[in-house]
């Protein structure tokens, strides 16, 4: 795929979106950063309805923490991975308080270095919090990436530099919204919906349907 044609589908994402943002709900980096851990395969959705119950009763990393990891799992226990969320939920808090002053860091090291916070959610933080030209690929990214040619990669990683490679600057800051939101309700896993795409005719996907 060659630039222009880069261009002009981000330009179009730009159009059809000004302002993206994420479907998690958070009121402060703190509480995005526990919505991004605990989004790990599982929905958004399924992750806003514990943390609309858990975020009125806790939402610092010292409220959290006094929950302790039983606390916490019983309002977190209708989504995937509770157990091993909870633990690193915990940890985390303590980390944070005893690390960085209760804050969430502006660092992609310091952020890794929490437990259950690997890159994809580093980058996720960096770029909504911090305003951090970052793109964050998970299993929506990964697959537009490739299907629609943008950036094709092998892995994840791949994926992620190549993107920072041939994105253009003035999209970066949106490309990791733009791309989820893409693949998350139109370009989907099972059959996508290239009727209904806004840049069907730059994809270069050999499959297209007609939805």
Sequence with gaps: MNSEKRYEIFRRFRENDSNPTSDL???SNFELLISVMLSAQATDVSVNKVTAKLYPIANTPEKILALGEDGLKDYIKTIGLFNSKAKNTIATCRMLIEQHNSQVPEDRAALEALPGVGRKTANVILNIAFGHPTIAVDTHIFRVSNRTGIAPGKDVLA?????????PDEFKLGAHHWLILHGRYTCVARK???GSCIIEDLCEFRHKTED
């Design 159 to 167: 994926v992620e530099k190549k993107l920072l490679k041939v994105v």
């Design 192 to 194: 996508p919906r290239c």
């Design 25 to 27: 709900k958070y009121g």
